[in-house]
C-alpha cells in the first residue's frame, strides 16, 4: 500500500527538484546556497579553492559545510578552467557561452546533491510512499538574467507543505508555475568575472 507524489514541470526552462521532510529540505536549501557560493569564488580567483580542497583532503577532512571536499575541488577546477578560457566576460561574443557553461558547472553540483533534472514539460514522480505523507518539495532552475548577460541567476522554489496521494496507489501532481505564483522565488546571483 502507497502513493506518490510527483513534480510536473509545467514551465519553458530545466529545473532540478529534490523532496523530502521539511527538516531534509533545510538541508537541501543550504547546500544549494553552499554551491552557489563554492561556484561564484572558484570562478571569482579562478579556481584558488582546488588547492585548499586538495590539501583538506590530504589532512582526513571530507566535508565542509556540508559539501564532500572532493566536490569544493570539482567545482573550483571547472570553475577555474572556465575563468581561464576567455580573458574578459567583457568581450563580444564570450558572456553567452561563459554564463552557459557557469550554469553547467552549477547543475553538475545540483545532480551531485541528489536533484533531479526535470525538463520544460517533463514531471518526475516519487513514491511508492505513506499516503497523505507530507514533504517539501526544493526546485533549482538557472539561467542568465534576462536584464544583464553577465549575471547567472541561480533561483530556488520551495513546495510546502506538498502530499502524497491520498488513497492506495494515487498520485498528488504538483505543478512547478503553480508554485511559483503563490509563493515566487529566491533568487542568488553570480555575476561574470572579468579580467
Known amino acids: 500500500m502507497g502513493s506518490y507524489l510527483s513534480i510536473q514541470n509545467d514551465t519553458s526552462d530545466v529545473w532540478y527538484a529534490k523532496i523530502g521532510p521539511d527538516e531534509a529540505a533545510i538541508n537541501i536549501s543550504g547546500t544549494v546556497a553552499t554551491v552557489v557560493g563554492l561556484v561564484a569564488a572558484a570562478v571569482a580567483t579562478a579556481g584558488a579553492a582546488a588547492p585548499l580542497a586538495a590539501s583538506l583532503q590530504a589532512n582526513g577532512v571530507i566535508s565542509l559545510v556540508g559539501v564532500s571536499t572532493a566536490n569544493i575541488a570539482s567545482v573550483s577546477a571547472a570553475a577555474a578552467s572556465l575563468a581561464g578560457v576567455t580573458s574578459t566576460c567583457a568581450a563580444a561574443g564570450t558572456v553567452t557561452g561563459m554564463m552557459v557553461s557557469l ?16 525538463e520544460p514539460g517533463g514531471k518526475h514522480r516519487w513514491g511508492k510512499m505513506t499516503l497523505s505523507l507530507w514533504q517539501q518539495g526544493t526546485c533549482v532552475r538557472t539561467r542568465v538574467n534576462p536584464h544583464n548577460a553577465k549575471e547567472l541567476l541561480v533561483e530556488t522554489l520551495y513546495m510546502r507543505p506538498i502530499f502524497s496521494g491520498q488513497t492506495d496507489d494515487s498520485e498528488n501532481v504538483h505543478r512547478i508555475q503553480w508554485w511559483i505564483a503563490k509563493w515566487g522565488v529566491s533568487t542568488q546571483t553570480l555575476a561574470c568575472p572579468t579580467a
Do not use: A, H
Not at 558547472?105 to 545540483?110: D, H, N, S, T
Open 103 to 118: 550554469s553547467k558547472v552549477v547543475q553538475g553540483e545540483l545532480e551531485k546533491q541528489g536533484m533531479v533534472r526535470i
